[in-house]
Structure formats: C-alpha cells, structure tokens
Nanobody, 125 residues
Framework: QFQLVESGGGLVQPGGSLRLSCTAS????????IGWFRQAPEKERRAVLC????????NYDDSVNGRFTISRDNAKNTVYLQMNELKPDDTAIYYC??????????????????WGQGAQVTVSS
C-alpha cells in the first residue's frame, strides 16, 4: 500500500529551525508531486508548499517565504520541509500528501492522496 510517513516534528523555540521528512513506502515518489500542508489549532488545513515530480516548486503561503524550503531526494524516496526562523504562528500539525506529477496553482486537497499521519510542530518559548 502506498503510504506516507512524516517525521521530524517537535518543540522548538522561536527563531529556531526544524526539518520535517516525508518518506514513502511501497511506491516510488519519482512520479509524484508532494505537498506540505498545515493545520493550526482551531483552523482549517491549508497548503504551504508543493514540489512537483520534476522539482518545480509552488508557494501557497506567503508567510513562509524566505523561511521554509521544500526539497526532494528521490534516491531516499523522501521529501523535506526545512523550516527556519520559526514563529509561534507556525505551530500546527504538518501533513505531507501526494499528487501525480504536478502541483496546481490552486492546491485542491481532494486531489491529494495518500496523506501522512501528521507531525506536530510547536513553536514556543
């Protein structure tokens, strides 16, 4: 079964850094775009960044510009979300999800699947 697993979440102080990983099992990610989404407490889940199967990047949240970087390592079947200069407003459950080939200008969440289980990121002093 095609599954995604996030790892790397945790508690970090404001200004700190964290790297999330999204690793696939049973299926190669080389044909898939991977999106990172987040859901803050009491808010809906929203798209953050997406990387296409060929490495193109789509940005969906201006608040992370210059701070978050999405990348992929197909040899490791893994997509990363490097998060720097973290702020309390970044606190959320972070999810990765797969979509064939390309990201969309509008990230319809129903087009993504499977989804990872989520990784909690808490930014607090």
């Amino acid at each position: 079964q095609f599954q995604l697993v996030e790892s790397g979440g945790g508690l970090v102080q404001p200004g700190g850094s964290l790297r999330l990983s999204c690793t696939a099992s049973d299926t190669s990610l080389d044909r898939y775009a991977i999106g990172w989404f987040r859901q803050a407490p009491e808010k809906e889940r929203r798209a953050v960044l997406c990387i296409s199967s060929t490495g193109g990047i789509s940005n969906y949240d201006d608040s992370v510009n210059g701070r978050f970087t999405i990348s992929r390592d197909n040899a490791k079947n893994t997509v990363y979300l490097q998060m720097n200069e973290l702020k309390p407003d970044d606190t959320a459950i972070y999810y990765c999800a797969a979509k064939l080939f390309y990201c969309d200008g509008t990230p319809y969440q129903t087009d993504f699947g499977p989804w990872g289980q989520g990784a909690q990121v808490t930014v607090s002093s």
